[in-house]
């Protein structure tokens, strides 16, 4: 069976589907969950979707549990952004949570939304509220291929999310004049460098971090990789900037020599630090399968230089991993906008479901890893093996059908293509 259109879809894939009403059949039982998810819902298209994802390839196989917040901006406005540090302070609660993607207002979401103020990003208040690291990961399929032929599995960027260049302060210079770098302790005693004498105009800028977030990031890193039991590579410029870079890459060497050495070890993993010029060279002629950690800016950059070269943003899973393990689970990309539009008018979307069903995949995962429940565990396998099996099958949206090296490629609309995802994954549950 094959819809091309959520017209074509038969009426029984189409109805949302009831707590005794499965495909799997009425004396089929749901895996039972013991402790809740944290769900934070979202705007625009990716909330339409999150719906569509729970209705048809959650509810009727899961008996899920969640504590549900509703982060969508209306909500968000209403509690004066309040439900997004109880969503944050309940991540911490309970440990894992999965979240749609929201939208950050500017001054025309002010004006669209009729808002009380600017709320914050809440991907930046649950970042600070849970002191975490932001790891990307691409989801490899076949058909659609990494622009770098030699790679074979996936490559996790890790990117320090502060200080440096994002913290910085800049001067521009008019004139001949002596630029100094001047820090003055607790007692008033200041340590004096010369920057540089001017002779005439030019710029400086100031930069700085702290040690207490980089060993954060550290421990975050190592935990990852831990986790997902992949090496880990570091990389800085500690040639040339040999006290800041030098800094960052003498806490990670003494965190793992004095925490992690054994578990490493033990986990048959690798630490792996080199200048970052030699890892560029090395990740493009690698079969991936690594975790890269970064500091901000190279983190920047690299990012979104690999999610093109993977295929899409829409293929892109993200997720926030506090020094303490706490874990929160989203999708790389925003609430599609430009879709959600299409979708108020009346019009058919084809919006790639994709980064955010392995969201959810990743936060049940893990609940099932620390709850003991082996069903879960392979309940997130199988979904995301049909997902991958259904866009290998040919079945795919429309961002995925433009650049898929596979033939007869049917561009699938946005539900119908989780329907189509909810028929293989019935066969291989074994329905
Ligand atoms: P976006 O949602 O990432 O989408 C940008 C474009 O990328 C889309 O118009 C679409 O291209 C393509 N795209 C992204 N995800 C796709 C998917 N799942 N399926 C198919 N195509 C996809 O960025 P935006 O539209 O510029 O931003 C919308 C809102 O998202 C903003 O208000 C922003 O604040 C928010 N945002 C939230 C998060 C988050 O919560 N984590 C992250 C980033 C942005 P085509 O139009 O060419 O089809
Ligand atoms: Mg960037």
């Not at 058909?143 to 770098?148: A, F, L, Q, T």
């Not at 820090?183 to 005439?200: L, N, P, Y």
Request: aromatic residues 10%; hydrophobic residues 40%.
């Amino acid at each position: 069976m094959t819809f091309r259109n959520v017209r074509d879809v038969p009426t029984i894939l189409r109805t949302p589907v009831s707590d005794n009403d499965t495909m799997r059949g009425l004396d089929m039982a749901k895996i039972v969950m013991k402790t809740p998810l944290v769900e934070m819902d979202g705007d625009e298209m990716t909330r339409i979707i999150w719906k569509m994802i729970k209705d048809n390839l959650l509810l009727p196989y899961i008996d899920l549990k969640t504590e549900y917040y509703d982060l969508g901006l209306r909500k968000r406005d209403e509690t004066d952004d309040q439900i997004t540090i109880e969503a944050a302070e309940a991540t911490k609660k309970y440990g894992v949570a999965v979240k749609c993607a929201t939208i950050t207002p500017n001054a025309d979401r002010v004006k669209e939304y009729d808002l009380k103020a600017m709320y914050k990003s809440p991907n930046g208040t649950i970042r600070a509220a849970l002191d975490g690291t932001v790891f990307r990961a691409p989801i490899l399929v076949k058909g659609i291929e990494p622009y770098v032929r030699t790679w074979k599995k996936p490559i996790i960027m890790a990117r320090h999310a502060y200080g440096d260049v994002y913290k910085n302060v800049e001067h521009r210079v008019d004139g001949p004049g002596k630029a100094e770098l001047v820090f003055t302790d607790q007692e008033g005693a200041e340590t004096r460098k010369v920057i540089h004498e001017f002779k005439g105009p030019g710029i400086i800028q100031g930069l700085h971090n702290l040690d207490d977030s980089i060993e954060g990031f550290a421990r975050s890193c190592f935990n990852y990789a831990l986790d997902q039991k992949i090496d880990l590579w570091f990389s800085t410029k500690d040639t040339i900037s040999k006290i800041y870079d030098g800094e960052f890459r003498s806490i990670f060497e003494k965190i793992y020599e004095n925490e992690y050495k054994e578990k490493f070890d033990a986990a048959g993993l690798e630490f792996f630090y080199t200048l970052i010029d030699d890892a560029v060279a090395r990740v493009i002629r690698s079969e991936g399968g690594f975790l890269w950690a970064l500091k901000n800016y190279d983190g920047d950059v690299m990012s979104d230089m690999m999610a093109t070269s993977f295929g899409s943003l829409a293929m892109m899973t993200s997720v926030l991993v506090s020094p303490d393990g706490i874990y929160e689970f989203e999708a790389a990309h925003g609430t599609v906008q430009r879709h959600y539009y299409k979708h108020l008018k009346g019009e058919t979307t084809s919006t790639n479901s994709v980064a955010t069903i392995f969201a959810w995949t990743g936060a049940l995962r893990k609940r099932g890893e620390l709850d003991g429940i082996d069903e879960l565990v392979s309940f997130a396998d199988k979904l995301e093996a049909a997902t991958l099996e259904t866009i290998e099958s040919g079945k795919m949206t429309g961002d995925l059908a433009l650049i898929t090296t596979l033939d007869n490629v049917e561009k699938l609309d946005t539900e119908a293509f989780i329907l189509a995802i909810r028929e293989t994954l019935e066969k291989k549950l074994g329905a």
